[in-house]
């Protein structure tokens, strides 16, 4: 083949990233129920649209969404491994670690973890997080799949399709900040 139809190497970039051995892990039962329970109790406040952005390619299907600064929002559960990529500052409640394959400092005994800057953090399958955005935040999750649909992709992730935003009209509501009670 030619030269010319060869794209150009290039060196790989560096981000600075999160490298501290920090892992999401599994939470067991009662710790995903009590973040149902605080997901019951952020339905019946108004709702803030949250934009949702998909990438399937490459066998990769990449989902992002951008959370305003002073909202909470939980995800649904999580049934697969993936990579969290979050920009920006937010607190993530990751339960107490159970699972967790080593110690980590980064999460406090509240079960909560601060990510500053930009961190890829690998996440395990059994999770239902909560986050509290302290800035505008922009979280992507990232795993392998085979799905030729973002529908496929997304039942290969989570059993609560219906739940995800994606899935749902925005709110018609203007959006307030969630701060209080926090």
Known sequence: MP????PPVMPEARLPAR???TVIPPMDARTIARVR????????????????EHVLHA??????VTIPAGVVVTGVLVKRATLLIAQGDVVVF????IGQAAPCEDVSSAGKMRLSGYNVVPAAAGRKQAFLAESEVRLTMVFPTAA?????????FTDEVEALASRRPA???DPQPLTEGV
Do not use: C, K
Request: glycine letters at 14%.
């Open 3 to 6: 030269e010319e139809l060869h």
């Open 19 to 21: 490298s501290s051995g």
């Open 37 to 52: 329970q605080l997901e019951d109790g952020l339905l019946r406040l108004p709702q803030v649209p949250i934009p949702t």
């Open 59 to 64: 066998g990769l299907y990449a989902r992002t």
């Open 94 to 97: 990751v339960g107490g670690g």
């Open 148 to 156: 030729a649909t973002i529908e496929a992709a997304e039942a290969e």
């Open 171 to 173: 709110p018609a509501l």
